[in-house]
């Protein structure tokens, strides 16, 4: 790409800040005052019990400019704003001490990635990938497009909703290994834990999770 054409993607796409849309530098994608306000889990609060998990820890809350960035991330293909939600993670994940061997994500439906055109909780698994030094492996494969979680009801129906959706997609890189299973939201923890439970019976030693943010407390 050259000089020019460089210049001028950024004239009609200029960066903005990934949660308050402010325009920044190029190639900035979080302003200095949203790193300090954002509304950041609180450390007695980070950590979440999950069937099936060691741990559970999120950045951040899912509330005002963080639900909309994620809204935007997940419908508007936003899909740069998955650099700074890795890097966000993977602070967070070694705030909490979390050591792993792989990293691995909840992943889309065929269908449901052929309609989005990517991936979300992927790329956000990428960008945290790099910036830990662990490997990223598919290591799940969805195998039924059920409703979004969004429109279930309670916990037992979420639960209900996401059983036997998921399979091993790579039992030989799955047993013996402590893994790092990543997502971009957690509510009740039954996609989480559901996706864990398949890693575990395919041998996992141990799976603790991550999310972006977090909602429903």
């Not at 949203?34 to 741990?55: D, F, G, K, M, V």
């Not at 494969?141 to 309670?154: F, L, T, V």
Request: charged share 25%.
């Amino acid at each position: 790409m050259s000089a020019l054409t460089e210049r001028l993607l950024e004239l009609l796409y200029p960066s903005r800040c990934v949660f308050c849309r402010n325009l920044m530098p190029p190639g900035v994608l979080c302003c200095e005052h949203c790193r300090r306000t954002l509304p950041y889990a609180l450390p007695a609060a980070q950590n979440r019990q999950l069937p099936h998990i060691e741990s559970c820890v999120s950045a951040l809350r899912y509330e005002g400019a963080v639900r909309d960035s994620l809204l935007r991330y997940k419908f508007d293909s936003a899909t740069s704003y998955a650099k700074i939600y890795g890097e966000i993670l993977a602070k967070c994940i070694d705030e909490n001490g979390i050591s792993c061997d792989s990293i691995t994500w909840i992943p889309l439906s065929r269908r449901r990635k052929w309609l989005r055109g990517y991936d979300q909780a992927k790329l956000i698994a990428e960008e945290t990938s790099l910036r830990l030094g662990v490997p990223c492996v598919r290591l799940l494969d969805k195998i039924r497009n059920n409703p979004a979680q969004s429109s279930r009801g309670g916990p037992a129906a979420r639960r209900a909703n996401v059983a036997d959706v998921y399979r091993c997609a790579a039992p030989d890189l799955t047993a013996g290994k402590r893994i790092l299973l990543i997502d971009d939201i957690v509510t009740t923890g039954a996609t989480l834990s559901a996706a864990a439970s398949v890693l575990r019976k395919a041998g996992a030693t141990a799976v603790v999770a991550a999310t972006v943010a977090r909602a429903g407390d």
